[in-house]
């Protein structure tokens, strides 16, 4: 049994709370936040398990950790982990900078253990049955992936999301960077690329709430990216479309649907639930640890994706288009 402890009992960890379906290969002994309130109703999901507010008095008792705190805090707790000699599962983003990133991917190196960033759409069954169908070509060759995010995400006054330096960025960095690590997977080796962001109808955000990225690929396929956490409606909710030289291929993501689209016709090709797949990432994780298999979202597979994003940023701010090449995955080891 691989002994796990959660350390950050708040929104997004219910997501993995509430989807943990592996007693049989691990088990979750501790939950940690430094609101205890929060940490005793994580324990209390799992028999047996205690809440704690400080992580360092868990790690003795754990082989694992998931992370699940505010970005800034990546990096310094994910370091004193990997020191300990846990394997770490960490929610996206790795860190906010390069240099960070760097370090926790040494570290994990130097300890001999898992760093995976926790990308829970490369495990949705929908968008992994679209990727076979893209690589094997079964609609003609992928010359354009469009991918929207619609939401409204709204955070109370002075919480950590809002500010730039604690979030690392804005709408793009946080969320939009699933969406890039998908636009990688699919395409390959990025060439050029833009993005456009603003945070005109989030202003709570300090920087874009909203965002526009386009980037060209090496074999000359385009990827867009369409993210808002400002929506008041939405109708393509979360949804990739992958245009082929024989159809276009949909991934409605939120209605949980595969649909090939030809001409005027349309079928349904597979359903799946629309959740967000953390009981599939997490199996990832415990297998990889168990096999001493490499993950599938490891720490420089995640960094590839936070470098288009960070130059995308730079190219902005000096209004010009953002020279991508060095950022496939075969260049950032």
Not at 135 to 156: A, C, M, N, P
Not at 169 to 180: A, D, K, P, T, V
Not at 279 to 293: D, S
């Amino acid at each position: 049994m691989i002994n796990l402890a959660i350390i950050g009992c708040g929104g997004m960890s219910r997501a993995h709370t509430g989807h943990f379906s592996h007693g049989d290969r691990a088990r979750i002994v501790s939950t940690v936040d430094v609101d205890s309130e929060r940490a005793q109703a994580a324990a209390a999901l799992f028999e047996g398990a205690r809440a704690e507010t400080d992580y360092r008095k868990v790690l003795d008792d754990v082989d694992a950790v998931l992370i699940v705190l505010p970005h800034h805090l990546h990096y310094p707790i994910g370091m004193d982990c990997l020191a300990r000699g846990k394997h770490v599962m960490m929610e996206k983003p790795m860190a906010i900078s390069e240099q960070e990133c760097l370090e926790l991917i040494e570290a994990s190196e130097n300890a001999g253990k898992m760093l995976m960033i926790a990308y829970c759409q490369r495990f949705n069954p929908l968008i992994v049955r679209l990727k076979k169908l893209m690589d094997e070509r079964v609609y003609g060759d992928l010359f354009q992936l469009s991918i929207w995010t619609e939401q409204h995400t709204k955070y109370h006054p002075g919480h950590w999301a809002l500010n730039a330096r604690t979030l690392g960025g804005g709408q793009l960095f946080s969320h939009g960077c699933h969406y890039i690590d998908l636009l990688l997977w699919f395409l390959g080796r990025p060439v050029e690329g833009t993005h456009l962001g603003t945070n005109f109808g989030t202003p709570w955000m300090e920087r874009e709430g909203t965002s526009n990225v386009s980037i060209r690929f090496e074999n000359e396929a385009i990827g867009y990216h369409f993210g808002t956490w400002g929506a008041r409606g939405t109708r393509l909710k979360y949804s990739i479309h992958a245009h082929c030289t024989e159809a276009m291929v949909e991934a409605a993501l939120t209605d949980g649907k595969l649909i090939v689209h030809k001409g005027r016709s349309e079928e349904v090709i597979m359903e799946a639930d629309s959740t967000k797949h953390t009981a599939e990432e997490m199996g990832h994780f415990l297998e990889c640890i168990e096999n001493g298999t490499q993950p599938l979202t490891d720490g420089w597979s995640s960094l590839q994706g936070l470098r288009v994003i960070w130059r995308l940023y730079e190219a902005e701010e000096k209004g010009a288009v953002a020279d991508l090449r060095g950022c496939a995955l075969e260049d950032v080891g």
